[in-house]
Nanobody, 125 residues
Framework: QVQLVESGGGLVQAGGSLRLSCAAS????????MGWFRQAPGKEREFVAS????????YFADSVKGRFTISRDNAKNTVYLQMNSLKPEDTAVYLC??????????????????WGQGTQVTVSS
């Protein structure tokens, strides 16, 4: 059973930065496509970024393109989300997801079969 544990969330002022981490255990991390999603209060979960098993392909939501980067360290079974120039509208619970089927990563929730519990990110204005 794959377990995903996110960390690195917190409270930051607008314009600041945070780096989220997602540590995986119990599976073959180096073969999984990984993604980050977020859910704000009263809103649906939305795609943020994804990365392929090798790290060679990444995708970003338009709302974070140019501000966020995604990376992974397969030796540490960890995926990262570096968030710069944060805005109040980035406030949400950020969830890490793993896909054992789509190694290239995906923008679609249904293509991920493992999820973490999430970490809160709050951006103050």
């Amino acid at each position: 059973q794959v377990q995903l544990v996110e960390s690195g969330g917190g409270l930051v002022q607008a314009g600041g930065s945070l780096r989220l981490s997602c540590a995986a255990s119990g599976g073959t991390f180096s073969s999984y496509g990984m993604g980050w999603f977020r859910q704000a209060p009263g809103k649906e979960r939305e795609f943020v970024a994804s990365i392929s098993w090798s790290g060679g392909s990444t995708y970003f939501a338009d709302s974070v393109k140019g501000r966020f980067t995604i990376s992974r360290d397969n030796a540490k079974n960890t995926v990262y989300l570096q968030m710069n120039s944060l805005k109040p509208e980035d406030t949400a619970v950020y969830l890490c997801a793993a896909s054992s089927v789509y190694g290239v990563g995906s923008k679609l929730e249904r293509e991920y079969n493992y999820w973490g519990q999430g970490t809160q990110v709050t951006v103050s204005s």
